[in-house]
């Protein structure tokens, strides 16, 4: 989670390397609780996050996004 | 900036470390707020319990039969073996992982599975695919681009291996307000 970028950085990369028709959808909060499901994130990650994160932020400290792209015919 | 705070064979080595120390992935909770139920009936329970993704590329990768797909970071196979039944034993489905034992674990689910004939998992890096120019029809990939601290580079190497014409189909994770420090050199934190 840490590596991910913001939604519009995300989609500019995609276009910068040389793809078209770039669509981003179906936008799924990731919230603390939700991460805490994937064993990838130990109890002390889980922890620091519900300490550090505002409570406000917490139901969606990240977006799951579906991005679409097409490499050009020509 | 994040990529400022830890350097990036460290990352890579971060997440190599965590993923292959995992015992199983995010299972059948956190799959189902994912994929329908029908679909998580017919796959093996293996493949689900080793469903590590975010979201469901495969529902939104509009497949054909006879297409080639690749599976970016494939994981322990759900999308794999998903993506195998969508284009038919007249296509491909080759899955990509960075550890060895992910793919051997995906091979043996897509067996179960029964697509086994037109599925194949190879062992490599996003960073650097070993597949070469323009042989497929359409890259999916759940939850792995985040995890990459060269992001450029993976999507110059999907660029490359997609024919003219084909199409990208990713989930993952964005952010919309900046992670504390304390998280944003978090080990854990960055391979989840």
Same mark, same amino acid.
């Given at each position: 989670?840490?590596?991910?970028?913001?939604?519009?950085?995300?989609?500019? =990369?995609?276009?910068? %390397?040389?793809?078209?028709?770039?669509?981003?959808?179906?936008?799924?909060?990731?919230? /603390?609780?939700?991460?805490?499901?994937?064993?990838?994130?130990?109890?002390? /990650?889980?922890?620091?996050?519900? +300490?550090?994160?505002?409570?406000?932020?917490?139901?969606?400290?990240?977006?799951?996004?579906?991005?679409?792209?097409? =490499?050009?015919?020509? | 900036? *994040?990529?400022?705070? %830890?350097?990036?064979?460290?990352? =890579?080595?971060?997440?190599?470390?965590?993923?292959?120390?995992?015992?199983?992935?995010?299972?059948?909770?956190?799959?189902?707020?994912?994929?329908?139920?029908?679909?998580?009936?017919?796959?093996?329970?293996?493949?689900?319990?080793?469903?590590?993704?975010?979201?469901?590329?495969?529902?939104?990768?509009?497949?054909?039969?006879?297409?080639?797909? !690749?599976?970016?970071?494939?994981?322990?196979?759900?999308?794999?073996?998903?993506?195998?039944?969508?284009?038919?034993?007249?296509? #491909?489905?080759?899955?990509?992982?960075?550890? #060895?034992?992910?793919?051997?674990?995906?091979? #043996?689910?897509? =067996?179960?599975?029964?697509?086994?004939?037109? *599925? +194949?998992?190879? *062992?490599?890096?996003?960073?650097? &695919?070993?597949?070469?120019?323009?042989?497929?029809?359409?890259?999916?990939?759940?939850?792995?681009?985040?995890?990459?601290?060269?992001?450029?580079?993976?999507?110059? +190497? &999907?660029?490359? /291996?997609?024919?003219?014409?084909?199409?990208?189909?990713?989930?993952?994770?964005?952010?919309?307000? +900046? !992670?504390?420090?304390?998280?944003?050199?978090?080990?854990?934190?960055?391979?989840?």
């Amino acid at each position: 989670m840490s590596g991910a970028l913001a939604e519009r950085a995300f989609a500019r =990369k995609i276009e910068k %390397m040389g793809f078209a028709d770039v669509w981003i959808g179906e936008r799924i909060p990731y919230g /603390v609780e939700r991460a805490a499901l994937y064993p990838l994130f130990t109890p002390p /990650v889980i922890d620091l996050m519900r +300490e550090l994160i505002p409570p406000e932020r917490q139901a969606a400290v990240a977006v799951s996004v579906i991005a679409k792209a097409t =490499k050009p015919s020509g | 900036m *994040t990529e400022d705070l %830890m350097f990036q064979d460290q990352i =890579k080595d971060v997440v190599r470390e965590a993923y292959s120390h995992i015992e199983t992935g995010a299972g059948r909770l956190a799959a189902q707020q994912l994929y329908l139920d029908a679909e998580l009936a017919s796959l093996p329970p293996g493949a689900v319990d080793w469903a590590l993704g975010v979201g469901n590329p495969v529902r939104h990768a509009e497949l054909r039969r006879g297409e080639v797909v !690749l599976d970016v970071g494939s994981g322990g196979g759900i999308d794999t073996i998903l993506a195998a039944r969508a284009v038919g034993s007249s296509g #491909r489905a080759i899955g990509l992982d960075l550890l #060895r034992e992910m793919g051997e674990r995906a091979e #043996r689910h897509a =067996k179960e599975a029964g697509v086994e004939a037109w *599925t +194949e998992f190879v *062992t490599g890096e996003m960073e650097q &695919i070993p597949l070469p120019d323009a042989c497929i029809d359409v890259v999916i990939s759940n939850g792995v681009i985040n995890l990459s601290p060269r992001k450029s580079r993976v999507l110059a +190497e &999907i660029r490359r /291996v997609l024919k003219p014409g084909g199409r990208l189909c990713v989930a993952d994770l964005t952010v919309n307000d +900046e !992670l504390p420090t304390e998280l944003q050199t978090s080990d854990a934190a960055w391979a989840g």
